[in-house]
């Protein structure tokens, strides 16, 4: 299926594009004396246009570009997370299977509060959530572990000398469903889209909550 760069646009009311991230759609936020503290964690408002012809469904991602490849450093007193620490992904969004008719989603559509123990499979208008990765993060504390689907926000290390740049991104899709069930993945979701995509388009964020942190080069 021939892909159509740019023909979408993707916005957000709730923060411009490369801009910083409010800390009401963040997971964590900054405290004087703790170093972090839940935040409101709610979804971001977006809006999305030029859709596609043929276009049957959505798929709507965010990923965070920044996250540390060791956690060494991770949230340790007197030390921070080097700004030249190699980086890799991690999920905040995997979502499917949203109606074509779907053009907004209002701020606060896809999470409001932190859900201790993880948010459940099923969707706003009857979309699929995939697992993010507080799943794993979480997977050692037995006041916060489970299976954490949709949205959860941003919530870098306290001591994480880098900004992390996270990137939402929505796919207009040529299928009303891409058959992945129950506890999928951000893999699972983009093995199911291969050949099926008419069109994307993304914006990015920014954000930290170590107050000194800054962006790579």
């Known amino acids: 299926m021939r892909q159509e760069e740019h023909t979408m646009e993707l916005r957000s009311d709730s923060f411009a594009d490369g801009a910083a991230i409010p800390t009401k759609n963040a997971f964590g936020r900054f405290h004087p004396e703790t170093h972090v503290e839940l935040s409101e964690n709610l979804s ?21 570009s920044e996250v540390p490849s060791r956690g060494d450093d991770v949230n340790q007193d007197g030390r921070t997370v080097p700004l030249d620490l190699p980086r890799v ?11 074509a008719s779907v053009r907004e ?21 009857g979309s699929k959530q995939g697992l993010n990765d507080y799943t794993g993060w979480f997977a050692g504390d037995p006041h916060m572990k489970g299976d954490y689907h949709g949205y959860d926000g941003p919530c870098p290390p306290w001591n994480d000398e880098r900004l992390h740049v996270y990137t939402f991104t929505v796919l207009a899709l040529d299928v009303a469903s891409l058959g992945v069930e129950g506890s999928f993945t951000i893999a699972d979701a983009r093995d ?12 990015t964020g920014t954000y930290a909550i170590y107050p000194k942190a800054v962006r790579a080069k």
């Open 105 to 125: 989603l209002g701020e606060g559509a896809l999470s409001k509060g932190v859900t201790v123990h993880g948010k459940g499979t099923l969707g706003v208008h």
């Open 44 to 64: 971001p408002h977006l809006a999305w246009s030029g859709v596609p012809e043929g276009t049957k469904s959505f798929a709507i991602l965010c990923t965070d």
């Open 89 to 99: 992904e991690f999920v905040h969004l995997a979502l499917v299977d949203l109606p």
């Open 192 to 203: 199911a889209m291969k050949g099926h995509v008419l069109a994307k388009a993304s914006l």
